[in-house]
């Protein structure tokens, strides 16, 4: 993505032509407050017309799609945004200091800002429906392909796929929506549970660890695999609820078995202070292995109820 439409402007050679004031305001969107409480009225209705009945098992994929309005909105308001963007540098690598050519590219400035700035109320109104997920459901919002990405906050509530990331990486562009910190990898499967009681004792370690690690890594970005169950769910929401950035490394199911494997490399690729382990499968195991032999700390808390093992170990003894 992108950083704001004025601080691309600020790097380009102007030749001496002056952009004006946006042709929108803030006075032109509807404020924060009138968007928080005309979502959280129609949420309200929404949720409580499904309670009790044969959809109530359907309501989270609804809540999610509801979200999904908004951000695949502000998607095309960015995808316009980079389209006059890329018209601004065009115009002003032809500039022939003609009158058409000044009406020209104030028109495309123009665009871009409007664009930007729909972009932004967009944005907002999806951060405000994603946090009335978070509480009804107790789960982060993901999309479902696209990173998640929120230019009013940059890098507080960005949530980048991880191929955008090692992409942005590899190019060097540090670009503003791109998460810059340190990388905490968080790795766990989707343990089952004997009772309810044991699965919130599972997930209150999951936070109380990464609340931990934080303290530790106040510049953290925490990297996952982005699954929708399970821990990377448990993280993914303490995540969102502490206002820390993600990375997502998605299976690439085009590597049928080898695609775990390539995860922890790509995920590993990023030097990350630690490792933060949950119960999981070989392939995790595989992760705290290579790990180590990096020489990676990792803090190992596959023991029941994802506690640290050594401290089962000290029972026993």
Known sequence: MHPQFHDQLAGLDLSGFSIGPAPVGDADFPTTE???????????????????????????????????????????????????????????????GSEVHSSDLEDQVERAQCAEASMLALEEMREIAATLYLNEFGSSWKPVSSSRFNHGAMLTSALVEGREFLRARAASKRRA???EGTPVVFAGGRPKFATDEDAKAFASNVWATLDKVRDRVPDMVLVHGGDTKGCDRLAASWAERRDIAQVTFSLDRRMGARAGFQRNERMLSLDPRYVVAFPGNGVLERLVIEAKAQRITVVDRRGPLGTSPKAVQQVHQ
């Open 177 to 179: 929506a791109m998460p």
């Open 34 to 96: 009138q968007v928080s409480q005309t979502l959280e009225a129609i949420w309200s209705d929404l949720f409580a017309m499904f309670s009790g009945t044969a959809l109530e098992a359907d309501a989270e994929d609804i809540g999610w799609a509801f979200v999904n309005l908004f951000h695949r909105s502000a998607q095309r308001k960015s995808s316009a945004l980079d389209r006059a963007s890329d018209e601004v540098r065009a115009l002003l690598a032809s500039a022939d």
